[in-house]
C-alpha cells in the first residue's frame, strides 16, 4: 500500500511539473506575411511616406505613484535570492526564498511629495510594512516556505505623502 502511494504522489509531482515546466521549442522565426518590396514603384523618387506613429498607453500624470516590481518579475525563475533567468516560464516560479523589491516614485510635485511607506501582500493579507527605502526601491524578504499546488498573489501598495496610494499584483508559484 505504501509503493502505491509513493508512485499516486510522484505521479501527482510529475503531473504537476510537466504543466509549470512545459518549454515549446519552434523552428525558424517565420513571419506573418512575405514582406514588400522597401523601393517605390518604377523606382520613383520624392514619394511621401505617410507614417501614422501613436502610443497606446498612458504616460504618468503629476501627481500619479509610479510602482512596479524588481524582484520577481512575470515569467522568470528563481533560485534562492538570484538575478533570475529570463523568460522561462509563463509564470513566475520561484525556488526558496527571495527579496522581493518594488520600485516606488511619487511624480507629484510641490509639499507632500514623496513615498511615505510601501505595504506587502501575500494572497491578500498584509506581510510587510517597509517605510524605508534606498534609491526608490522598498524590499521584503519572502522566506517563509510557498504553497506547493497552488500559486500565489504576491502584492504592493505603495502610499505617497499626500495619501495617495498605488497597487501591482503579480501571480508566483512559490517551493520551499
Known amino acids: 500500500m505504501r509503493k502505491l502511494t509513493i508512485?499516486?504522489?510522484c505521479m501527482m509531482l510529475i503531473t504537476t511539473f510537466s504543466c509549470i515546466f512545459s518549454i515549446k521549442l519552434?523552428?525558424?522565426n517565420e513571419p506573418p506575411y512575405?514582406?514588400?518590396?522597401?523601393?517605390?514603384?518604377?523606382?520613383?523618387?520624392g514619394v511621401p511616406i505617410n507614417a501614422h506613429l501613436g502610443w497606446s498607453?498612458?504616460?504618468p500624470n503629476s501627481g500619479d505613484i509610479i510602482l512596479y516590481f524588481i524582484k520577481p518579475k512575470k515569467g522568470y525563475l528563481y533560485v534562492g535570492d538570484s538575478q533570475g533567468v529570463h523568460r522561462i516560464f509563463i509564470t513566475t516560479l520561484i525556488i526558496g526564498s527571495i527579496t522581493v523589491e518594488v520600485y516606488?516614485?511619487?511624480?507629484?510635485?510641490?509639499?507632500?511629495?514623496?513615498?511615505?511607506?510601501?505595504?506587502?501582500y501575500l494572497d491578500g493579507v498584509l506581510i510587510a510594512d517597509v517605510y524605508t527605502g534606498e534609491n526608490n526601491t522598498y524590499s521584503w524578504f519572502w522566506g517563509e516556505p510557498g504553497y506547493f499546488f497552488f500559486p500565489c498573489i504576491l502584492g504592493a501598495k505603495a502610499y505617497d505623502l499626500a495619501g495617495?496610494?498605488?497597487?501591482?499584483?503579480?501571480?508566483?508559484?512559490?517551493?520551499?
Do not use: C
Open 7 to 9: 508512485v499516486i504522489v
Open 26 to 28: 519552434s523552428g525558424a
Open 34 to 45: 512575405v514582406p514588400m518590396s522597401p523601393y517605390p514603384d518604377h523606382n520613383s523618387t
Open 57 to 59: 498607453g498612458d504616460n
Open 104 to 120: 516606488a516614485f511619487d511624480n507629484a510635485s510641490g509639499n507632500n511629495t514623496g513615498i511615505s511607506h510601501v505595504e506587502f
Open 164 to 176: 495617495n496610494s498605488a497597487s501591482i499584483q503579480i501571480r508566483v508559484w512559490k517551493l520551499f
